[in-house]
């Protein structure tokens, strides 16, 4: 007999007595899916400046914690999303959360909405409706 768990639909975060709620990545909504687009995931920072950015600034792009701050420099007309994949990212490099995330689709575990809700509150506030839970 398999056991398959499952996320909630939604998970609610208490916010100095505000609920915030973050629903639960879900492919089957048009906003998020990808099928079919050539997708660029960036999982690095400052190390593949290197790369010939051309080819990729108009290409859908997935950032991967830090690699957001590869927006400074470069204009990427299509971010499809940016995944936070540790929640010590959200401890070890506030800033690039702060300066770089400006609403792009969000997602993350329960781990890292839990210290975001701690560090950042207001960003949850402001942009949890482009958050998704992983």
């Known amino acids: 007999m398999a056991l398959y768990l499952r996320l909630p639909a939604t998970a609610g975060f208490n916010i100095d007595g505000e609920l915030i709620v973050i629903n639960a990545f879900n492919a089957n909504e048009p ?15 400052p190390s593949i ?3 010939s950015w051309s080819e990729l600034l ?3 792009t997935i ?8 927006l400074e420099h470069h204009h990427f007309t299509d971010i499809a999303g940016y995944v936070i994949s540790d929640a010590r990212f959200i401890d070890h490099q506030p800033e690039i959360l702060r300066q770089y995330y400006t609403g792009q689709p969000l997602y993350a575990t329960l781990a890292v909405f839990e210290a975001m809700a701690t ?3 207001d960003i949850m506030r402001t942009y949890s409706h482009a958050m998704r839970v992983l």
């Open 31 to 45: 906003e998020q899916s990808l099928l079919g687009k050539d997708v660029n995931i960036i999982a690095s920072g």
């Open 49 to 51: 400046e290197k790369l």
């Open 58 to 60: 108009d290409t859908a």
């Open 63 to 70: 950032f991967v914690n830090g690699s957001l701050s590869l």
């Open 119 to 121: 560090t950042h509150p």
